[in-house]
Structures are given as structure tokens and as C-alpha cells.
């Protein structure tokens, strides 16, 4: 039985469910710009860190991201077990990317940088979401400018959208957004 609260308000149906699909989220001007400013940093191949309260609805904005963001350029790639070390982190990208992961860790980082250096001779920009960022290990964070860096650190083939809670956050002012155009510089939004 509906509960009563949907007929009171002429809901059809539940309103806040994590069923709800990409293109019926709620999306007011404050999460719009947020979607905006992730999609156009995404299309000039920079990097993101979007931090918010528990709850607040950071994934829902990474939803709306894929809804809006085009095939045919970007291949996006949501990871959101960040409980790993660094090894494994890799070795779970390389699933998401439909990748065989190999036994070390060397090889495992191999794979994933041939494989975004393979995806920009298609011209396709690889975008890994790293939901839950803020229990990512140190160790695999400081990796990730490695990750970032394409020969010698002269291209942009990949963009990172880091997506945590806002105490994990260091170094940046609250309520600013900005973004990164190089491989060590923070980027950063925040969901109120
Ligand atoms: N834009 C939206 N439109 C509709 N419902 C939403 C929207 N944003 C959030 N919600 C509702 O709030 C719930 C929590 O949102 P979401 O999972 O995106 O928050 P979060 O900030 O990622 O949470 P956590 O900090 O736990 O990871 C969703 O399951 C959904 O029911
Ligand atoms: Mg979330």
C-alpha cells in the first residue's frame, strides 16, 4: 500500500529513492552549476575533486553527469570501492575498464595508462569517478598524479572526478570551485 504521504502531496511515487532515474533527479540552479562546471571541466580534459556533507546528493550529481555528458568523446568509468591499497585499486580499475589485471603492481598500472594512451588515439577522453574518495589509502592518492602524467607530463589524456566528504577536505577554501589543469594541482566544488 502507498504510504499515506504520497496521495497528500499527488506524488506518484516515492520521491526520494536511490531508484530514481538519471534523467527525473532533481536538479535546482545549486546542483545545475555543479553539473555545468564538472561536464565542462571534463570536456577540457581537467580534473575535479567535488567534496559535500553525508547525504547531500554527490552522487546523484555524478549521475546527472553521465546523463548529460556525450558518448561519442568520453568513456566514463565510476569506481566506488576505495577501501583498497594501491595495488588493488588498480587491479579493480583495471575490471571497470574491462581489462585482464595482471599479478604486479607495475603491470597493473601498465595496463591502465596503455589503455587511456590507446583511448586518445580513438580521441576518446577515459573520465575515472572515484566516489568515496575520502577513504581512498594515502598511498593510492599520492599516486594518482602519476596516473595523470602522459609523456612527461605534456598531455591531458584523462581526467579524475574525486568525489568525497567534505571533512576529508585540506587546502582548499569551502565553497569554492575551481579546477585542475594540471596533473598536481587541486580541483575542487562542493555540493551545499
Ligand atoms: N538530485 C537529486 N534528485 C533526486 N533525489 C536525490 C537527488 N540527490 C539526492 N537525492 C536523494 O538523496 C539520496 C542520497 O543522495 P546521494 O547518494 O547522491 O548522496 P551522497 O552525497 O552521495 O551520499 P553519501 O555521502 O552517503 O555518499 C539519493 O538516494 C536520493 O534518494
Ligand atoms: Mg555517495
Not at 496521495?7 to 536538479?27: N, Q, S, Y
Not at 585482464?100 to 575515472?128: D, I, M, N, Q
Amino acid at each position: 500500500m502507498n504510504p499515506k504521504y504520497l496521495d497528500h502531496f499527488g506524488f506518484r511515487a516515492k520521491p526520494f529513492t536511490k531508484e530514481v532515474a538519471d534523467h527525473e533527479l532533481w536538479i535546482p540552479p545549486t546542483k545545475q552549476s555543479l553539473v555545468d562546471a564538472i561536464c565542462e571541466a571534463v570536456a577540457e580534459h581537467d580534473s575535479v575533486l567535488l567534496t559535500g556533507e553525508p547525504g547531500v546528493g554527490k552522487t546523484c550529481v555524478l549521475r546527472a553527469v553521465r546523463a548529460r555528458v556525450p558518448d561519442e568523446g568520453c568513456r566514463l568509468t565510476y569506481c566506488h570501492n576505495a577501501t583498497l591499497g594501491r595495488r588493488d585499486f588498480y587491479r579493480q580499475l583495471c575490471h571497470a575498464l574491462g581489462l585482464s589485471p595482471s599479478a604486479t603492481a607495475a603491470a597493473l598500472f601498465y595496463a591502465v595508462s596503455t589503455h587511456v594512451e590507446e583511448l586518445a588515439k580513438e580521441r576518446l577522453h577515459p573520465v575515472f569517478l572515484l566516489d568515496e574518495a575520502h577513504i581512498l589509502h594515502q598511498d593510492t592518492l599520492d599516486h594518482l598524479h602519476i596516473l595523470l602524467n602522459y609523456e612527461w607530463d605534456s598531455r591531458a589524456l584523462l581526467s579524475l572526478v574525486l568525489v568525497g566528504l567534505r571533512s576529508w577536505r585540506t587546502g582548499s577554501r569551502s565553497g569554492e570551485t575551481a579546477r585542475s589543469t594540471s596533473a598536481s594541482t587541486a580541483a575542487s566544488a562542493s555540493t551545499r
